[in-house]
């Protein structure tokens, strides 16, 4: 077996005083194989964009700071780099794209120019050679006229094209990781669905593995081999997406695609979860899920759950479920 | 429920409220000083529409469609450039200021974003009671206090909270104090704009199934706004699908997602994401953006990304004509689910 191309180990993100902290990140641990896919799904407050900021050591400092855990991209921990190496990082090895592709964008620098510079930052090409690779990218990431095109302002472009031309600069250095932070979210459905369709034809064609960040399970389940679950700053399932979609172990994760409305859905009414989502930070003791849980027990209160196997790929933290599951295994062992 | 009876010519019931010949075009200048060419964009474009008694038509599409200019010209809260909104035989339009602040019992809205339309610094009890002091339901302060905590038990918050302030609730909380305040009135016909788009996956049932909940406890109208198929799905009597400000397909709820007859509608529901990796990649992707509203295609506005298009849909726009009972659509070749997959 050979070692995964990112592994996050036991990372803590705690923003606030250091005597008094809010931890929005705490202990997590998931991996990513090269040329993967993993989505990370969340609700406001789940951590999943700080987990994200982690990996390329984005977590703004202060008031946050990664308090704990390793980074491990191609076995180095990049939380162990000279701060001033990460630059090298960022763009050749991880790249990374936001739901708002304007902000991310220089409003002053035609398009051409500004992923010109993303090469211009790792490759050495001259500039005729460059502006022949910008033109492959655009093509690459669907631009209708690239030629016509390279010489224009973010302005001049859609939200989707924006969206297109940041995937461009993202993968314009070939980078093997590339972490997508709710990347459609500001986008229309039919928009969305170009973009998504865009990011797996970039996974199929570069081999790139990707990390998609997102609130929206369909979107997961669409372009997706591996979830990972969280909930107030923790993970609280994981597995290969069928049996996340099909098998759902952990009761927030069960409830949550319960309470989903779906197109081709017949119920009168929604299922629906009681309370809201903690705020970050404010789960210090057992499971954080517990208080709108339909299947709590008293030991839900005191002991956090840890992540129990459900199957070969399969791991969620629920006492409940998982004695359940144990209890069913052992009966069907015995006779 | 309600679709047969509500459905064109000439309903038995008279609908609630109704939406004949609808537009709004906003002016703006492009360029520079006195040289600047005026450009008008038609935000909505001669729509008609009827709700009726306890009934909810959901309005969907993309970002610029014009649905929640529409939304806004049902209640008056912008002047329509052209056509009538009439309230129970009354044309809203038409009404002097003051009649339509007596109006706004009768018809009330619900925001997307609850934050911003909640005064931060106005505890939860005054800003569900001011509009009943305006309109003198409740004799004494005292008296609309108990209504103010009846209607936060009605609408799933517990009274005690009625002195804390907007910003001590999360996001659902937020929208039942503007589900409160919108109802608290006793309206008839609610626009809800986009009202759970902004909250957590987890939270947006909860809303979803109290509107409901008020709908049959109080006999409302909803003119329900979304971007979501999904979400209409379970509210919905209705569904009108809008693009580039006109309607392009409506009907009733199960022959909208079940034979969509618009390519724009099949579309839409084809595009969305649903949370099933075993279901079958169908997906209809349309080439190219939504046209800017100051250059419109000529003919059919959907002309420039359909996938049937032909030359008649770019030079005569298609009228929005019965094709069943109850369904209209706007396209010069529509059939059940037009665009093979």
Redesign the interface.
Same mark, same amino acid.
């Given at each position: 077996m050979t070692a995964p191309l990112l592994r996050i180990e036991n990372l803590s993100v705690e923003f606030g005083p250091r005597a008094n902290p809010i931890r929005v990140v705490d202990d997590v641990s998931f991996e990513i194989e090269a040329g993967g896919s993993v989505g990370v799904v969340g609700?406001?407050g789940s951590g999943k964009s700080m987990t994200s900021l982690s990996i390329l050591r984005l977590v703004p400092e202060p008031p946050g700071r990664i308090s704990g855990g390793r980074i491990l991209f191609d076995g180095a921990d990049l939380l162990a780099l000279p701060r001033n190496q990460m630059p090298d990082i960022r763009g050749r090895d991880v790249a990374m794209i936001f739901q708002e592709p304007m902000s991310s964008l220089n409003p002053v620098m035609t398009i051409g120019d500004q992923i010109g510079e993303a090469i211009l930052l790792h490759q050495d090409l001259n500039s005729a050679q460059r502006r022949k690779r910008v033109l492959e990218l655009l093509r690459l990431v669907g631009i209708?006229d690239p030629a016509g095109r390279i010489d224009a302002y973010p302005h001049q472009f859609?939200g989707?094209?924006r969206q297109r031309v940041m995937i461009a600069m993202a993968v314009a250095c070939n980078p093997r990781l590339l972490i997508a932070d709710e990347p459609t979210t500001a986008l229309?459905?039919?928009?969305?669905?170009?973009v998504?369709?865009l990011l797996k034809d970039v996974r199929q064609r570069l081999g790139t593995a990707i990390l998609l960040i997102s609130?929206? #399970?369909?979107? %997961?389940?669409? &372009?997706c081999e591996r979830v990972v679950v969280m909930y107030a700053g923790r993970v609280v399932e994981e597995g290969d997406?069928?049996s996340i979609?099909?098998n759902p172990a952990h009761p927030y994760t069960r409830?949550?695609?319960k309470?989903?409305?779906?197109?081709?859905?017949e119920?009168?009414? #929604?299922?629906? %979860?009681?309370g &809201?989502?903690p705020l970050a930070g404010s789960v210090t003791q057992g499971c954080a899920f517990r208080a709108?849980c339909p299947l709590r027990v008293e030991t839900c209160a005191v002991d956090r759950p840890p992540l129990f196997a459900f199957g070969p790929s399969h791991k969620a933290a629920c006492w409940v479920t998982a004695e359940a599951a144990q209890a069913r295994s052992a009966a069907e062992a015995s006779p | 429920m309600n679709a047969q009876a509500s459905t064109r010519p000439a309903p038995v019931a008279e609908p609630l409220i109704r939406a004949e010949g609808l537009s709004k075009v906003f002016s703006s200048k492009t360029g520079l000083g006195f040289g600047g060419k005026r450009a008008d964009v038609r935000a909505v474009d001669t729509v008609s529409l009827e709700v009726a008694r306890g009934e909810t038509l959901a309005v969907v599409g993309e970002s610029g469609c014009g649905k929640s200019t529409l939304g806004r010209l049902m209640l008056r809260l912008i002047e329509p450039s052209a056509g009538k909104v009439l309230y129970d035989g009354e044309d809203l339009t038409q009404l002097s200021p003051r009649g339509m602040r007596a109006m706004r019992r009768h018809v009330q809205m619900i925001f997307q974003d609850p934050y911003g339309s909640l005064s931060p610094r106005r505890s939860v009890a005054d800003i569900i009671a001011e509009p009943m002091g305006v309109f003198g339901i409740g004799s004494s302060a005292r008296e609309r206090r108990e209504m103010v905590a009846d209607l936060l038990t009605q609408v799933g918050l517990p009274p005690r909270y009625m002195d804390r302030y907007p910003r001590q609730f999360s996001g659902g909380q937020r929208q039942r104090i503007g589900i409160a305040r919108a109802i608290a009135l006793g309206p008839s016909f609610i626009v809800a704009d986009e009202p759970v788009s902004a909250l957590d996956v987890s939270v947006q049932a909860q809303v979803i199934n109290l509107m409901q909940d008020l709908q049959q406890k109080r006999g409302l109208s909803y003119l329900f706004i979304a971007h979501d198929l999904a979400v209409v799905r379970h509210i919905a009597d209705r569904v009108a699908v809008m693009y580039l400000g006109r309607i392009v397909e409506m009907g009733p709820k199960d022959a909208i997602y079940r034979t969509p007859h618009h390519p724009y509608t099949q579309a839409l529901l084809s595009a969305a994401p649903e949370p099933d990796p075993d279901r079958p990649s169908r997906r209809i992707i349309l080439q190219g953006d939504v046209p800017s509203p100051t250059n419109m295609p000529s003919g059919c506005a959907f002309s420039s990304r359909c996938p049937l298009a032909q030359d008649i849909c770019r030079q005569e726009r298609p009228p929005l004509r019965d094709e069943l009972p109850g369904h209209q659509v706007a396209c010069h070749f529509a059939r059940p689910n037009p665009i093979p997959v």
């Open positions: 609700e406001s209708p859609s989707g094209m229309d459905v039919t928009i969305q669905a170009q998504l369709a609130h929206d #399970l369909g979107i %997961i389940a669409d &372009s997406v069928r979609f099909r409830a949550l695609l309470s989903i409305p779906r197109l081709d859905d119920r009168d009414r #929604l299922y629906q %979860i009681p &809201s989502v709108r | -």
